[in-house]
């Protein structure tokens, strides 16, 4: 089986790590370098994209992840790991970098607060089954996309219907929201399947 990386920096890390255990493959933690040329795929968690940015950096864990993303790792970010998977951020703060990869710009909190947290089915191309019940904490939002780039998953309803809020491009996969927190692990084995080149 391949095994895959979660990005150890910060966030919800163990939850990553107990879906990706439940569907078989080999699991690590990566928090150095040099662990990234064990993996054959990396998640970047959900938590706070500010301070991952800046423990990234501090951990000299930036540029090998740019190069990693850039020799084509296959890579899924949730969340703040959305963010991180960003070309391009709005409402970020002036010092944020990200890793980069997926040709979007991505608005930092776009649904609102914490307290505004909800969640809402999102219809995922290429799943099978029923719609995805997302969890959204804080929520970033896909602003735009590059050619590149698929838009797999919009909100269907309400006033933020239309809203992107999972992509694709090539090996890379995000998502605004949390599917290692809600058990449904169909995201994870589309990854799972992104990193064996079977999706
Ligand atoms: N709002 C957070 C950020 O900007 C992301 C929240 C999350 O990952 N649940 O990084």
């Known amino acids: 089986p391949p095994t895959i990386g979660v990005l150890a920096l910060q966030g919800d890390i163990a939850e990553h790590l107990r879906v990706l255990g439940g569907l078989g493959v080999r699991t690590r933690s990566v928090l150095r370098a040099d662990q990234l040329d064990d993996v054959d795929g990396l998640i970047i968690p959900g938590g706070e994209s500010t301070t991952m940015s800046k423990l990234a950096v501090r951990y000299d864990?930036?540029?090998?992840?740019?190069?990693?993303?850039?020799?084509?790792?296959?890579?899924?970010?949730?969340?703040?790991?959305?963010?991180?998977?960003a070309d391009r951020i709005l409402d970020g703060t002036a010092d944020q970098q990200t890793v980069g990869g997926i040709d979007m710009t991505v608005r930092r909190n776009a649904f609102g607060r914490q307290s505004e947290s909800f969640e809402a089915q999102?219809?995922?191309?290429?799943?099978?089954?029923?719609p995805v019940e997302a969890l959204f904490i804080r929520a970033p939002w896909v602003e735009s996309i590059g050619t590149d780039t698929v838009a797999i998953g919009q909100v269907s309803s309400g006033d933020r219907a239309g809203r992107i809020v999972a992509v694709r491009q090539g090996s890379l996969l995000a998502t605004s929201f949390?599917?290692?927190?809600?058990?449904?692990?169909?995201?994870?084995?589309?990854?799972?399947?992104?990193?064996?080149?079977?999706?």
């Open 178 to 199: 949390h599917p290692e927190l809600t058990g449904d692990a169909r995201i994870h084995g589309l990854f799972v399947d992104m990193v064996k080149g079977q999706a």
């Open 122 to 130: 999102v219809g995922i191309d290429g799943l099978a089954g029923d």
């Open 61 to 85: 864990l930036m540029d090998p992840l740019r190069k990693h993303v850039g020799e084509g790792l296959p890579v899924y970010g949730t969340c703040a790991g959305m963010i991180m998977l």
